[in-house]
């Protein structure tokens, strides 16, 4: 018998597949253990946590026969899974003690990768012909760093590592969207920013009256009518979930929202739209969380949860200059409180899901405002923590908001920010009976400083 023979446990490792069969919403939990699939001495419970980080990456259900598929796909022995040793890993397992097994495993794995190291060492010594001592030394203390990083709870890779896996992500972005994120619902506006990215907080800002409110909507409604089976969620922060629907059913029917409010007064027509709509939108996967001045704690735990269950995976807040901190004496002070907020919201985009949140802007820009003047950064409310914290941010200006007599409401959405792409100004059609946008196809992308 080896030695790598002893430094492994069976239980330990069935015990870890079988809790997240019973409970799939540990394996975030194990993840964050730091547990990897190279971390299994075993190769059939090795290729089914593999499927199942797959599965979590993916926003997939973790269930006995998409694990399977998964194996026969990406496993080292694939092609030669069945159900029977999941479902006996089930029937022996208990999700009680999972994360206890799940660091069982990733110590041995440690274990094993510093033995590992040893013989590398010893077999790079042995060859005095083809290395000098310099080299010889400089490669095992490598080896030694490699295996301390399996001790790591991050996910620190080498970069020639996270070139392969974007040339995967790359490659299968080519045969679908061909965006890095989540579409916004203008096609120009992704063309800017690449949608809604992993990690990345987006912030939408617009004077009095400029349709933030309902751009977020709006963008949000789109995102999940295209992939319903996805779950969304959806902060409210000053309309009642009545009112947001109200908005939503207006988006969809194309009724006017001051019409839906006289319902008595539709006409056939109107009310099978409404209705129709209504059945559109039972059919979409958006949680609503109704809350007046939520903490960036009360989203992190609900956004936690619901990814967990149910695999959530982006989130929207109306607005950001509702949100508190939960501590009194920073919530006196407007800058720290909304920079607080930002700076935690930042920290949830990169954890969990990227998040697109509203807010206002000072009262200067609000007085200055008129057809023809653009906001700015430096227009953004308390700016200074938000600026830097988010990755994106966007600004809505309508000249017909401040000129009657112009015949179309074109709202010009200015990328003001984009820190990793260009900036500009995006037109979009806005109908204002409906709180609708569309595509406007006049785009005029400026790259200098705005």
Not at 391 to 396: G, H, I, S
Request: hydrophobic share 40%; net charge negative.
């Amino acid at each position: 018998m080896t030695v790598e023979n002893t430094l492994f446990s069976e239980n330990a490792e069935m015990n870890v597949i079988g809790g997240l069969l019973i409970a799939p919403e540990l394996i975030y939990t194990v993840m964050g253990l730091g547990l990897k699939p190279r971390d299994f001495f075993m190769v059939k419970y090795e290729d089914a946590y593999n499927a199942m980080c797959l599965c979590a990456e993916r926003k997939q259900t973790i269930d006995v026969s998409i694990i399977v598929e998964l194996m026969n796909q990406h496993g080292r022995a694939k092609g030669n899974y069945d159900m029977g040793f999941l479902i006996q890993a089930t029937a022996e397992s208990s999700f009680t003690n999972t994360t206890f097994f799940a660091e069982t495993v990733k110590r041995y794995g440690v274990r094993r990768s510093l033995l590992e190291a040893t013989r590398t060492i010893q077999q790079m010594v042995m060859e005095t012909d083809s290395l000098s001592t310099e080299e010889i030394a400089s490669k095992a203390l490598r080896v030694v760093n490699d295996a301390s990083l399996r001790m790591a709870r991050g996910d620190g890779q080498w970069l020639s590592e996270a070139c392969d896996d974007f040339i995967s992500e790359f490659k299968a972005r080519i045969k679908g969207t061909g965006l890095s994120g989540y579409p916004t619902g203008l096609t120009d506006l992704d063309a800017t920013i690449g949608g809604y990215e992993e990690g990345r907080l987006y912030i939408v800002a617009g004077r009095t009256g400029m349709g933030k409110t309902s751009w977020l909507v709006y963008s949000m409604l789109k995102l999940a009518m295209e992939n319903p089976s996805k779950p969304i969620v959806f902060y409210t922060t000053e309309m009642s979930k009545s009112e947001l629907i109200q908005r939503m059913a207006s988006i969809v029917s194309g009724v006017p929202v001051m019409a839906l409010k006289t319902p008595h007064r539709l006409s056939r027509e109107q009310l099978q739209s409404v209705s129709s709509a209504m059945t559109t939108l039972k059919g979409v996967n958006i949680w609503l969380e109704d809350l007046s001045a939520p903490t960036p704690n009360d989203v992190r735990v609900t956004l936690e949860s619901l990814k967990n269950r149910y695999g959530a995976y982006i989130c929207f807040i109306d607005g950001l200059y509702r949100m508190k901190t939960g501590d009194k004496q920073t919530d006196r002070d407007l800058h720290q409180r909304f920079g607080t907020c930002a700076q935690e919201l930042k920290s949830i985009s990169r954890d969990l899901m990227p998040v697109v949140a509203t807010h206002q802007l000072n009262r200067d820009a609000q007085n200055k405002g008129d057809a023809g003047t653009l906001p700015s950064l430096s227009n953004l409310r308390e700016s200074g923590k938000i600026e830097e914290e988010a990755d994106v941010v966007v600004m809505l200006h309508r000249p017909k908001y401040y000129d009657r007599m112009l015949v179309e409401d074109i709202a010009q959405i200015l990328v003001a920010k984009n820190r990793s792409g260009a900036t500009g100004v995006i037109n979009s059609y806005y109908d204002a009976p409906t709180m609708n946008f569309s595509p406007c196809h006049t785009t005029n992308v400026d790259l200098s400083d705005l």
